[in-house]
């Protein structure tokens, strides 16, 4: 499968940002995440949905800012961010693994074998 991300900018703290990842197959046969990296940081994990969209895991510092959904008509998986802040600056990669029937969501960079290009998010005053 292939992935296009898309939709980062520069925003100012506080704000909020949609990305969006557009999947070439069926994205309902892939479990989808979206990482972070920046250049002082490893890649890190941010959420993660479920190829049914009935599960989903947030990264701990993310929970209750960030909304990860699928659109499935569209193909394609979002990542809402709200109250963006300063240290949410990175390039944000999403990352696609063939679901599984448990429903268990992985959030290491090595289990997810399928990456799109980044795409920049600043947050900045």
């Known amino acids: 499968v292939q992935l296009q991300a898309s939709g980062g900018g520069w925003v100012k703290p506080g704000d909020s940002l949609r990305l969006s990842c557009a999947a070439s197959?069926?994205?309902?046969?892939?479990?989808m995440a979206w990482f972070r990296q920046t250049p002082e940081k490893d890649r890190e994990f941010v959420a993660a949905?479920?190829?049914?969209?009935?599960?989903?895991f947030y990264r701990d510092s993310e929970k209750g800012r960030f909304f990860i959904f699928r659109h499935e008509t569209e193909n394609t998986v979002g990542l809402q961010m709200a109250n963006l802040k300063p240290d949410d600056t990175a390039a944000y990669y999403c990352?696609?693994?063939?679901?599984?029937?448990?429903?268990?969501?992985?959030?290491?960079?090595?289990?997810?074998?399928?990456w799109g290009q980044g795409t920049q998010v600043t947050v900045s005053s």
């Open positions: 197959r069926i994205s309902s046969l892939y479990d």
């Open positions: 949905i479920s190829g049914n969209g009935l599960h989903t």
């Open positions: 990352a696609a693994r063939l679901t599984t029937s448990s429903g268990f969501l992985y959030s290491e960079r090595d289990d997810y074998p399928y």
